[in-house]
């Protein structure tokens, strides 16, 4: 059923596409807290809100659910909106651009696409991907290239989090059901992406941010892998984009795309019956989007011919996230693939909480290596940050972020989490270790990401071995 090229040829031809449109590393920031709202980040906005927090976030309110659900569909639509408008803004994209920041990374809700949402039984904020639009506009027109990050799953992927927009232990998302709802997710926004000149400086889609790391809690995750990728490339397909290895076994008769779509997921025989039912759910709810959005070519287009589209990068956790003999993600793979880690100290279960232990982890880190060795490249780091588990010094935290940096750069890159948190009264001193922004202005991290304070900042901590 699967047309698929050999290991090394995948990798070989995800490296020659990241290669053509990203520079030779990512120097990135996340978008968090804006689609997804993790009220740590902003206590203050929270609190005026109506939000509270919690130590044990399932208590109070202290998620997009617990929001909506407490102040009921009208407020939270509302108060959302205000907060979309004023978290991300244009003068927050030119300080990135100014700052050198060529990549952002975007976390997304499954709810963004409304449709997928049972208003009966689940509560989030309506409206947000209009804003969406008009923020990967702000960011092309910037010349800062993106990755849509699928970071709160439809059921919940990670138990008590926020991030994941519910902050429950009832783990729904590794079932039939909402993986059928996450494909349909992918097979939007893949639309989207390629039809929408908004989201022209898009690059790549992740499909789950920071599953459980126990792979025995993810049952059938790496079919569902199989299948986000699938779906991916069914659509570019479609859309007359070339994808090396695979090819359409249907005849599209249609200028009509949601058309198209349907006459795939009728009569294909590539795609298994649960990427094509993702494309046929995903037609009607593009159909409503070309008018929301204004994008006519949702369901006009010239399929095929002239095409000036490349395909995305899909995008996974690499195998190490997990354990317990997890799926590879490197075996998912048609076309260009990229692979995340996230490394954060200040959680503890990495180094002993001092600054030598710190520097002599983060100076002999083989995750990339560690990940090449099993097909997971290009890697780079989609999470990090300054914070740790003591009370660092200036000193510390100008070394800290070179030697960081430095660790990450043996991959493809990072990505700093977060591009800025709130700073006030309520917050503290959250922003010194937590902003991408203010570390920049406190000078920890230096004007040109591709700079250093000091380049051999790891020599005293390299180990022989």
């Given amino acids: 059923m699967r047309s698929l090229l050999g290991l090394t040829a995948l ?92 990549t952002a990374r975007i976390p997304l809700g499954y709810w963004i696409v409304e449709p997928l949402v049972n208003r009966a039984t689940e509560f989030y904020p309506e409206g947000g991907i209009a804003y969406l639009q008009k923020g990967v506009q702000m960011l092309a027109d910037a010349g800062i290239q993106v990755i849509l990050d699928h970071h709160a799953l439809p059921g919940v992927q990670t138990p008590d989090q926020s991030f994941t927009g519910n902050c429950t232990d009832n783990v729904q998302f590794y079932t039939d059901y909402n993986y059928e709802r996450a494909l349909i997710w992918t097979a939007v926004m893949i639309s989207l992406v390629h039809l929408d000149p908004a989201f022209s ?6 499909a789950v941010n920071e599953p459980i790391m126990d792979a025995d809690e993810t049952p059938n995750y790496g079919t569902f892998q199989k299948n986000f990728v699938d779906t991916v490339r069914a659509v570019e397909l479609i859309l007359g984009i070339p994808v090396q290895g695979l090819s359409l076994d249907t005849q599209i008769t249609t200028s009509n795309f949601t058309e198209a779509l349907g006459q795939v997921a009728n009569a294909s025989t590539v795609f298994n019956a649960d990427v094509r039912a993702a494309l046929a759910a995903a037609a009607p709810i593009l159909a409503e989007l070309a008018a929301q959005l204004s994008v006519p070519a949702l369901l006009d287009v010239d399929l095929g011919s002239g095409v000036d589209r490349t395909s ?31 490394l954060y100290y200040n959680y503890g279960g990495v180094a002993d909480p001092d600054p030598t232990a710190y520097m002599e982890s983060i100076c002999n880190l083989q995750r990339v290596q560690a ?12 999470e990090w940050g300054l914070p740790t588990q003591f009370n660092a010094t200036d000193e510390f935290l100008y070394m800290w972020a070179d030697a960081q940096k430095l660790a990450y750069s043996e991959g493809q890159g990072w990505i700093f989490w977060n591009f800025k948190v709130e700073q006030s009264e309520v917050a503290g001193n959250l922003s010194r270790q937590w902003s991408y922004i203010e570390g920049v202005n406190l000078g920890y991290l230096t004007k040109d990401p591709a700079d250093y304070h000091n380049a051999s900042v790891c020599d005293p901590y390299v180990t022989s071995s």
């Avoid at 060795?373 to 890697?379: I, N, Q, R």
């Fill in 312 to 342: 995305l990068v899909t995008t996974f956790m690499d195998i190490n996230w997990q354990y317990d003999d997890p799926p590879n993600p490197a075996d998912a793979a048609i076309g260009p693939q990229g692979y995340d880690n996230h």
């Fill in 371 to 382: 990940d090449a060795a099993l097909g997971d490249t290009p890697l780079w780091f989609g």
């Fill in 201 to 206: 400086s898009v690059f790549a889609i992740e």
């Fill in 11 to 102: 990798l070989a031809s995800a490296r020659a596409v990241l290669a053509g449109s990203l520079p030779s590393k990512i120097y990135g920031v996340n978008i968090g807290g804006w689609l997804v709202l993790e009220p740590w980040m902003l206590p203050g906005e929270w609190e005026t809100m109506g939000g509270s927090i919690c130590d044990d976030c399932s208590t109070c309110i202290q998620s997009e659910w617990a929001y909506t659900k407490a102040y009921g569909q009208a407020t939270a639509n509302r108060e959302f909106a205000q907060h979309w408008t004023t978290w991300f803004t244009q003068n927050d994209v030119n300080t990135l651009q100014a700052d050198g920041i060529n």
